[in-house]
């Protein structure tokens, strides 16, 4: 089913899906009100492995599920039990239920066919003008048009596929033999990724994930500036958790090095990156991609303490392939 959504509800639902934190993994929830009906208690919390509390529309709860071995998927929700599942089209033909689920709409369209991947390009790298040079608008290509040589996942294995070989990541941690791997996007402006960071951080510590950060600096040209400056540090995956941690602690923001001073192969893979998340829809920060036993899974939204132990009880390492 395809869900038509107005104008209005294109700006709701792009600054939900920023807000929108996880509400169940794992068990049963029975805190809300409006679960009405069986079928609707049973996909919302039983079915699904991870389910998302988007916002309401119309009289409808909006919500993100996930069901296992699949990508996640946009429902709606009535008061008297009705259930509807698709995808939520915008007035001018957009693919609103891939901007809230996070991940391109060619993975969000595969999906809905029992058979049917998108065409991938060669993912060669692309070099594009260094930050500073231009416009944020003008580097960042919309995310409904194609980027020449910028390969677009039709599913969620090949989104980790390209996270692990085509986008550039940094670790963030010394970790164990066996560690489960965490992919994270994550701006060096947004304090969302700087409270993950933090909670994060006595595992990090102990080794217990091995973290990747993927810099995805979207909320400014001066994100791009500050993100090139903390990989022009020599364990820059490091510095960007140090640098969450300061943010959260209150300390003066650090400042960024001068444009001339940017390594060009930072600021070509930082414009890559970019490009590449945008490409595949992946419009906010933090978002998170890791392995279990389910296969891929992907999250938005400030991580919390539950959500970390799930990953170090039932994530793969690197090494690992999920049964």
């Known amino acids: 089913m395809q869900i038509i959504a107005s104008k209005k509800v294109i700006m709701t639902c792009l600054t939900a899906s920023i807000a929108a934190t996880p509400v169940y993994s794992g068990g049963l929830n029975t805190n809300f009100g409006e679960i009405k009906s069986p079928y609707m208690e049973s996909l919302l919390f039983k079915d699904s492995i991870n389910t998302t509390r988007l916002f309401r529309f119309d009289g409808f709860q909006v919500w993100s599920i996930q069901l296992p071995g699949h990508i996640p998927e946009t429902v709606l929700t009535s008061p008297d039990g009705i259930v509807i599942r698709g995808t ?11 901007s809230l689920l ?4 060619g993975i969000v369209a595969a999906a809905s066919q029992e058979q049917g991947t998108l065409p991938q390009t060669d993912a060669a790298p692309h070099t594009l003008s260094p930050p500073g040079e231009g416009d944020l608008s003008e580097q960042q290509p919309s995310p409904s048009k194609p980027v020449e040589n ?16 085509f986008a550039a990541w940094m670790p963030g941690n010394n970790f164990k033999p066996g560690a489960p791997v965490l992919y994270m996007w994550a701006d060096p402006k947004c304090p969302y990724c700087a409270r993950s960071f933090v909670e994060m951080k006595p595992w990090l510590d102990r080794g217990e994930i091995e973290l990747r950060i993927i810099p995805n600096p979207i909320t400014s040209v001066e994100a791009i500036r500050l993100a090139a400056t903390l990989l022009n540090g020599k364990d820059p995956g490091f510095e960007f958790v140090k640098h969450g941690e300061e943010i959260v602690n209150g300390q003066p923001e650090r400042v960024a090095i001068p444009d001339n001073e940017f390594d060009p192969k930072v600021a070509s893979a930082l414009n890559n990156n970019i490009r590449w998340s945008r490409a595949n829809n992946i419009l906010q920060v933090p978002f998170f991609l890791f392995q279990d036993d389910h296969g891929d ?3 938005a939204g400030p991580i ?8 170090i009880a039932s994530g793969k390492s690197g090494a690992e392939k999920p049964r």
């Open 150 to 165: 910028i390969p677009v996942a039709g599913n969620l294995s090949e989104l980790r596929e390209q996270a692990d070989r």
């Open 304 to 311: 919390s303490e539950a959500r970390i132990r799930q990953i």
């Open 88 to 98: 939520i089209f915008g007035p001018e033909g957009q693919n609103i239920s891939a």
């Open 102 to 105: 996070g991940v391109s709409a």
């Open 297 to 299: 899974q992907v999250f």
